[in-house]
């Protein structure tokens, strides 16, 4: 058993809906009790989609539990298809319904439904979201691609598109983006999927010469079966900033046999990034949380691109322990692998960084410590579906990368003058900020609160102040207080010094300086 | 205006189906239950599933760290590798040494621990044994097999009375208990109004403290505020108390009847009653005015979420003036809603559980002019060009009572005010009020 508040991901049959939901022509029957229809809003509400998912549950009360559930699930399943009339139906069980053992696979076979049904094995206790999307993909697409042999004469430049799902963070426009940009340099994409695949499209997958695996958390199984069974070959460079994007296109040229081109790049941050605005960005210590792909991705623009140093770096997905490991090594830091927020919250506090990049869950947590957070992965929110073009791939993802992680940082010239008129009477922390309301009260503090939980925190002896050197320490501008202060104490607790003197003050300030 | 007398009509024949419920399961009323209770912490016993629902339904992030948590059960669970009630102490224990402020912690049972059959009143009375009297431990089940959306709040209310009402409680018991969760706000307007009529010893359950005792003896009358509540009533009437009838305390003639009904039993005279009631009244009927041109006439189509659509309805019928297509409930306690169904105009059309699917059928056929649905359903009746209220917020928001009337009135006014700014087709001083 464990104590959860906040879960980074659902259930696996969430993860198959995910797959229903992105897929055209695809039923999902579900065996489940009323209240798991909860999971329609995800798609209704937080994706905002104009139509329900293509789902239907079969709600099985308690009374039935004494009858046959069995008989519930069948008429389910032929109702579903009569009205629907999707092209292949998926069948399977919630949490609850597993533990009834009723196999819906083997009640959808003796139902002679004029369609095909591809089964579903999700164990709800022992997997989550993101296996169950990969899983049910994997499963339909070993269902309609068969292992019918490949045509001769495939075409050396075209490709499919596998990984894209409903629900996933900014794939909509990911795919708009990088089918553009594949376009570009002379691809032919056949097929993207699961996004708006039929299942007709799936089993024209081995029509193309080779797969580009967008989101590896969906499609990497998918894709090393396709590679096993099929010797159809795969690109898992992920083009998410400049440079991950310009190698991502050599790849793919490469393996379309088509001749290498001196890099054209189209985008702005790599000018943003060095312009003289953006110098305050240097080695600015950023954390940093979420899926496999999106947390390792960041990490490299973040060191690479921006100029800042990470100081942490994670996933949620144990799945992808061993790549975020890998990636966190490099970088210096160890890998926070772990889907208790709790945790993740105690490796924030611990890493003092001045930017957080993660999910919704790390940007509630930043907000606490009063720390900047620019969300880079799902689990989604109502936020992450953006009215307008936002990609995260290609070049233009790049330049939406630039300005979501350095908008909520101090503006560059804006941190400058603060720094240079730090004595200036506007300037503290007791005026209030000019885009607020007149009687808008004052920001009393900007130094970072004791978080409200500390449990998981480890927690040392906070070495106490001297009256003076707390006096000196209000010379800081407060916009840095909160980081002075929290330095000194790690020093003193560090050296063993108490109390906090001024001189502590200004060794502490020599030792961090940079 | 009178106070309402129940007109005499044949009462429907409800449409009974079962087929796919697009309702909420009853875990989801802890979200208000936890706000409205602060004492109270809500530990479900559940899957990730149920983790899962609370966070999506709740919208869990803007509490970073919110009163309610999953114990999420999982493979060696039930593979028996681990004693469940083992690993439920150490979660517990984990969560007490957290959060050393929980004064009541509530054991919620979900559809998988229902179906295993895990113990959780056995496991609350083996807790209170080991936490005691510094955290108080009870029990219910909100699961989906056996509860829809507000029936999660009965049960907890019924634990509770069970709890509270048990013979540790000292002193006199309660006049006047009031039955469902009611906003703060509105449980202090109530208790205003109620100390005006010079009635004294009035307990609302649930109170904002758990831990306060409640005394209920066979002198003890209570009312419903919220009609889902079969098993609480139950519950208090195990123990003596006597429930008042009354139709619900929605808009002027819901309140109006609903404190009348306490007065006649507790003999406070009617004119005294009237002098009380008479600017709240006035104040709700103007404030409802700015909206029934919003709501005359306008076809309703009620899809079931929280066994409020009866009321609703009759206030929407008689106080706005609009017309009921359809008024679906996922459960009609024939006796609660006796009186709100007597007042529902003849042949209109009432159901009961529910066939999504056949419902959608049938409101679209119907084409109702405002459709009042859950939340999985609204933005996709949107996109077919209908005009949807969701549902949630009749559970969320605070309108009983006779200053929530027109609170009331606007949350089914607004889709429509909205619906005309948009497309331009209404005069738009009235649309922006």
């Known amino acids: 058993m464990k104590l959860s508040m906040w879960t980074y991901e659902g259930p696996p049959h969430v993860g198959a809906m995910r797959i229903a939901a992105s897929m055209q022509g695809v039923h999902y029957v579900l065996h489940a009790p009323q209240g798991d229809t909860y999971a329609d809003l995800l798609f209704t509400m937080i994706e905002r989609r104009q139509s329900r998912p293509p789902v239907t549950y079969t709600t099985f009360q308690a009374r039935d539990l004494a009858g046959s559930t069995a008989d519930i699930f069948k008429k389910a399943c032929r109702d579903a298809v009569a009205r629907f009339t999707p092209e292949a139906l998926l069948v399977g069980a919630s949490c609850t319904a597993e533990l009834l053992q009723d196999d819906p696979g083997g009640l959808a076979r003796t139902l002679d439904v004029p369609v095909p049904v591809v089964p579903l094995e999700l164990p709800s206790y022992q997997k989550k979201e993101n296996w169950g999307a990969a899983e049910t993909f994997y499963r339909l697409v070993r269902a309609f691609v068969g292992r019918n042999p490949r045509p001769d004469n495939i075409p050396a430049n075209s490709c499919n598109i596998l990984g894209p799902t409903s629900l996933g963070f900014r794939c909509r426009d990911d795919v708009t983006e990088i089918v553009k940009l594949l376009t570009e340099e002379g691809l032919d994409v056949r097929v993207v999927a699961p996004m708006g695949a039929t299942p007709a499209d799936l089993a024209r997958i081995p029509e193309a010469a080779f797969n580009i695996v967008l989101y590896p958390e969906i499609a990497d199984v998918t894709a090393r079966w396709l590679k096993t069974a099929h010797g159809m070959p795969f690109i898992s460079t992920i083009p998410i900033g400049v440079q991950a994007t310009q190698n991502f296109v050599d790849e793919v040229r490469a393996i379309a046999g088509l001749p290498t081109r001196e890099g054209r790049t189209r985008d702005r941050l790599t000018w943003y990034s060095r312009s003289i605005d953006s110098n305050y960005l240097t080695n600015k210590r950023v954390f940093i949380f979420g899926d496999a792909t999106h947390a390792i991705a960041a990490a490299r623009i973040a060191s690479e691109e921006l100029g800042f140093r990470v100081c942490g770096l994670g996933t949620y997905m144990r799945e992808f322990a061993r790549d975020v490991r890998d990636a966190a090594a490099k970088y210096g830091v160890e890998a926070v692998i772990s889907d208790d927020h709790l945790e993740v919250e105690a490796a924030i506090v611990a890493a003092r960084p001045e930017l957080v990049l993660g999910t919704q869950m790390e940007r509630h947590i930043a907000k606490r410590l009063r720390v900047p957070c620019a969300v880079i992965s799902a689990p989604t929110h109502v936020q992450d579906f953006p009215a307008r073009y936002s990609p995260q791939m290609g070049f233009e993802g790049a330049n939406v990368i630039f300005d979501s992680w350095v908008h909520p940082l101090m503006m560059g010239l804006e941190e400058h003058l603060l720094q240079m008129f730090r004595d200036d009477f506007e300037f503290n922390d007791s005026a209030s900020a000019s885009h607020l309301h007149p009687q808008a009260p004052a920001v009393k503090t900007v130094e970072a609160a004791p978080a409200p939980v500390v449990a998981a925190a480890p927690t040392g002896v906070i070495a106490t102040w001297t009256l003076e050197a707390e006096r000196e320490l209000q010379k800081v501008p407060f916009f840095v207080r909160g980081k002075a202060r929290r330095n000194t104490e790690l020093f003193a607790q560090g050296k063993g010094i108490h109390p906090i003197t001024v001189e502590t003050l200004y060794d502490a300030k020599a030792h961090f300086a940079r | 205006m009178s106070v309402a007398q129940p007109v005499a009509c044949n009462e429907p024949t409800p449409i009974r189906q079962r087929g796919q419920h697009e309702v909420f399961c009853g875990l989801t009323s802890i979200i208000w239950l936890h706000r409205k209770v602060q004492d109270a912490f809500f530990l479900v016993v559940g899957s990730r599933t149920c983790a899962h629902l609370l966070q999506s339904a709740a919208g869990v992030m803007i509490f970073s760290e919110p009163r309610f948590a999953t114990a999420i059960m999982e493979e060696r669970d039930l593979?028996?590798?681990?004693?469940?009630?083992?690993?439920?102490?150490?979660?517990?224990?984990?969560?007490?040494?957290?959060?050393?402020?929980?004064?009541?912690?509530?054991?919620?049972?979900?559809?998988?621990?229902?179906?295993?059959?895990?113990?959780?009143?056995?496991?609350?009375?083996?807790?209170?044994?080991?936490?005691?009297?510094?955290?108080?431990?009870?029990?219910?089940?909100?699961?989906?097999?056996?509860?829809?959306?507000?029936?999660?709040?009965?049960?907890?209310?019924?634990?509770?009375?069970?709890?509270?009402?048990?013979?540790?409680?000292?002193?006199?018991?309660?006049?006047?208990?009031?039955?469902?969760?009611?906003?703060?706000?509105?449980?202090?307007?109530?208790?205003?109004?109620?100390?005006?009529?010079?009635?004294?010893?009035?307990?609302?359950?649930?109170?904002?403290?758990?831990?306060?005792?409640?005394?209920?003896?066979?002198?003890?009358?209570?009312?419903?505020?919220?009609?889902?509540?079969?098993?609480?009533?139950?519950?208090?009437?195990?123990?003596?108390?006597?429930?008042?009838?009354?139709?619900?305390?929605?808009?002027?003639?819901?309140?109006?009847?609903?404190?009348?009904?306490?007065?006649?039993?507790?003999?406070?005279?009617?004119?005294?009653?009237?002098?009380?009631?008479?600017?709240?009244?006035?104040?709700?009927?103007?404030?409802?005015?700015?909206?029934?041109?919003?709501?005359?006439?306008?076809?309703?189509?009620?899809?079931?979420?929280?066994?409020?659509?009866?009321?609703?309805?009759?206030?929407?019928?008689?106080?706005?003036?609009?017309?009921?297509?359809?008024?679906?409930?996922?459960?009609?306690?024939?006796?609660?809603?006796?009186?709100?169904?007597?007042?529902?105009?003849?042949?209109?059309?009432?159901?009961?559980?529910?066939?999504?699917?056949?419902?959608?059928?049938?409101?679209?056929?119907?084409?109702?002019?405002?459709?009042?649905?859950?939340?999985?359903?609204?933005?996709?009746?949107?996109?077919?060009?209908?005009?949807?209220?969701?549902?949630?917020?009749?559970?969320?928001?605070?309108?009983?009572?006779?200053?929530?009337?027109?609170?009331?009135?606007?949350?089914?006014?607004?889709?429509?005010?909205?619906?005309?700014?948009?497309?331009?087709?209404?005069?738009?001083?009235?649309?922006?009020?």
């Open chain 2, 79 to 433: 593979a028996g590798m681990a004693d469940m009630h083992d690993e439920l102490d150490n979660v517990v224990a984990r969560l007490l040494e957290r959060r050393p402020d929980i004064r009541m912690l509530v054991l919620v049972g979900s559809c998988p621990s229902e179906v295993i059959k895990l113990d959780l009143s056995r496991a609350a009375s083996r807790l209170n044994a080991v936490h005691a009297p510094r955290h108080r431990v009870i029990a219910y089940s909100g699961s989906g097999i056996e509860t829809t959306f507000t029936q999660g709040e009965d049960n907890f209310l019924a634990a509770l009375i069970a709890d509270k009402a048990s013979p540790r409680s000292a002193g006199e018991a309660a006049k006047l208990v009031v039955l469902g969760c009611l906003a703060d706000v509105v449980e202090d307007q109530f208790s205003r109004l109620f100390a005006e009529l010079g009635l004294s010893g009035v307990t609302f359950l649930p109170g904002r403290d758990a831990i306060k005792g409640l005394v209920v003896g066979p002198e003890t009358r209570f009312i419903l505020a919220q009609p889902y509540l079969g098993a609480a009533a139950a519950a208090l009437e195990a123990r003596g108390a006597r429930r008042i009838d009354s139709i619900f305390p929605l808009g002027a003639e819901g309140t109006s009847a609903w404190l009348r009904a306490i007065c006649m039993t507790f003999g406070v005279d009617m004119a005294r009653l009237d002098a009380v009631v008479a600017q709240p009244r006035r104040r709700a009927a103007e404030a409802m005015a700015h909206y029934r041109p919003w709501l005359e006439g306008r076809r309703v189509f009620f899809f079931p979420d929280s066994q409020m659509e009866p009321s609703l309805a009759r206030f929407l019928s008689r106080e706005m003036g609009s017309e009921l297509l359809e008024v679906g409930s996922p459960y009609l306690h024939r006796e609660h809603v006796a009186g709100e169904l007597a007042l529902l105009p003849p042949g209109v059309t009432l159901s009961e559980g529910q066939d999504v699917d056949e419902q959608i059928d049938r409101c679209r056929t119907a084409n109702p002019d405002l459709i009042v649905c859950g939340l999985g359903l609204a933005n996709p009746f949107e996109a077919e060009g209908r005009v949807s209220k969701w549902s949630i917020e009749f559970s969320f928001t605070p309108i009983q009572g006779f200053e929530q009337a027109g609170d009331l009135a606007e949350l089914f006014a607004r889709p429509l005010m909205r619906n005309a700014i948009l497309t331009g087709g209404a005069d738009r001083r009235e649309a922006v009020r």
